[in-house]
């Protein structure tokens, strides 16, 4: 089965099994789709997804790696943290068959090559692949990913929006992302975000979001993480919030909130434990935050998912 050009754009999650995992799907405009994928768990998961040879694709691995396998196993083409990988093949459909290593990050953007040919008609001797002499020819390409297109890919990951203007923001995303993936400038980089003058600074700022997440029910101050990560506390607020597009602690809040759905919904542990494994004292102050994030108490949800 191959990627229906005729879908509205929309939003779609698939259901999960033990075993492979469905990439979060959203779906832009005719022939233009961004997946997304965090493994969070302590195995590798693998992703499937039809595509054919109609489509571009580009990889971006945030976080972690992960590894493409081709022919049935016979190749493997591996992805690493802070990498890209453009696939192109006009003569066969190249189907995605990952293996995502454990806590690790994916974003993958397709473009029908229709679609793409409209966004850089004006281009084509720019862009090597779309010049007439290559247009049947296969295109692999890996890459580095910039610090200005790591803000985009971590935005995309960790968007805190309104459900209305989500479709917007995603599409208005994955264009910058295509642009900054094109851009001969490397200069240009330091330009559209001053505080992240080298990837020194990206780094601190992951590790200051690598360490609330490790401590979230004991998470330090702002002071100290900002200390900890040798920023000062101007840095680390201006630089989380345009690396991750939220506070430190909201951040913290909505990941909290989103590991203690999933804990519930495993059905190990009651909503006490969840809470106190989240970093919530009392159940109150647990179920009150539960319910400001998604509007119902643990209780009634787990009975809705049940």
Same mark, same amino acid.
């Given at each position: 089965?191959?990627?229906?050009? #005729?879908?509205? $754009?929309?939003?779609?999650?698939?259901?999960?099994? @033990?075993?492979?995992?469905? +990439?979060? =799907?959203?779906?832009?405009? *005719?022939?233009?789709?961004?997946?997304?994928?965090?493994?969070?768990?302590?195995?590798?998961?693998?992703?499937?997804? =039809?595509?054919?040879?109609?489509?571009?694709?580009? /990889?971006?691995?945030?976080?972690?790696?992960?590894? +493409?396998?081709?022919?049935?196993?016979?190749?493997?083409?591996?992805?690493?943290?802070?990498? !890209?990988?453009?696939?192109?093949?006009?003569?066969?459909?190249?189907?995605? /068959?990952?293996?995502? !290593?454990?806590?690790?990050?994916?974003?993958?953007?397709?473009?029908?090559?229709? &679609?793409?040919?409209?966004?850089?008609?004006?281009?084509?001797?720019?862009?090597?692949?779309?010049?007439?002499?290559?247009?049947?020819?296969?295109?692999?390409?890996?890459?580095?990913?910039? $610090?200005?297109?790591?803000?985009?890919?971590?935005?995309?990951? #960790?968007?805190?929006?309104?459900?209305?203007?989500?479709?917007?923001?995603?599409?208005?995303?994955?264009?910058?992302?295509?642009?900054?993936?094109?851009?001969?400038?490397?200069?240009?980089?330091?330009?559209?975000? $001053?505080?992240?003058? *080298?990837?020194? #600074?990206?780094?601190?700022?992951? &590790?200051?979001?690598?360490?609330?997440?490790?401590?979230?029910? =004991? $998470?330090?101050?702002?002071?100290?993480?900002?200390?900890? @990560?040798?920023?000062?506390?101007?840095?680390?607020?201006?630089?989380?919030?345009?690396?991750?597009? *939220?506070?430190?602690?909201?951040?913290?809040?909505?990941?909290?909130?989103?590991?203690?759905?999933?804990?519930?919904?495993?059905?190990?542990?009651?909503?006490?434990?969840?809470? /106190?494994?989240?970093?919530?004292?009392?159940?109150? /102050?647990?179920?009150?935050?539960?319910?400001?994030?998604?509007?119902?108490?643990?209780?009634?949800?787990?009975?809705?998912?049940?």
């Amino acid at each position: 089965m191959s990627i229906n050009n #005729n879908l509205e $754009p929309q939003e779609s999650l698939s259901s999960k099994s @033990i075993a492979e995992s469905t +990439f979060k =799907e959203t779906v832009l405009d *005719d022939g233009f789709f961004v997946l997304t994928y965090q493994n969070e768990s302590s195995c590798i998961e693998t992703v499937e997804r =039809e595509i054919d040879n109609t489509f571009i694709q580009f /990889h971006f691995c945030v976080k972690g790696s992960s590894a +493409f396998q081709f022919n049935n196993g016979t190749y493997t083409l591996n992805i690493k943290e802070e990498s !890209s990988l453009l696939l192109y093949n006009p003569q066969r459909n190249l189907p995605i /068959h990952l293996d995502i !290593s454990p806590n690790s990050w994916l974003v993958t953007i397709l473009i029908s090559i229709k &679609k793409f040919h409209g966004l850089f008609s004006q281009e084509a001797d720019y862009i090597t692949f779309l010049s007439p002499d290559n247009k049947d020819k296969k295109y692999y390409k890996d890459g580095v990913i910039s $610090p200005s297109m790591a803000i985009a890919l971590n935005q995309i990951l #960790n968007y805190n929006l309104n459900t209305s203007i989500r479709h917007l923001y995603f599409k208005g995303k994955a264009l910058e992302l295509l642009s900054l993936y094109f851009n001969r400038n490397e200069e240009a980089n330091v330009e559209q975000c $001053p505080f992240l003058v *080298d990837e020194t #600074n990206v780094i601190k700022i992951r &590790k200051a979001k690598d360490i609330i997440i490790s401590r979230m029910a =004991e $998470p330090p101050s702002l002071q100290e993480l900002a200390d900890e @990560i040798g920023l000062s506390l101007k840095k680390l607020k201006e630089g989380f919030k345009q690396i991750y597009g *939220d506070s430190v602690f909201s951040f913290l809040f909505d990941y909290k909130m989103e590991v203690s759905r999933k804990l519930l919904e495993a059905g190990e542990h009651n909503v006490n434990e969840v809470g /106190h494994k989240v970093g919530y004292s009392t159940s109150s /102050h647990f179920i009150a935050a539960f319910k400001k994030k998604y509007g119902t108490t643990p209780k009634k949800y787990l009975m809705s998912v049940s």
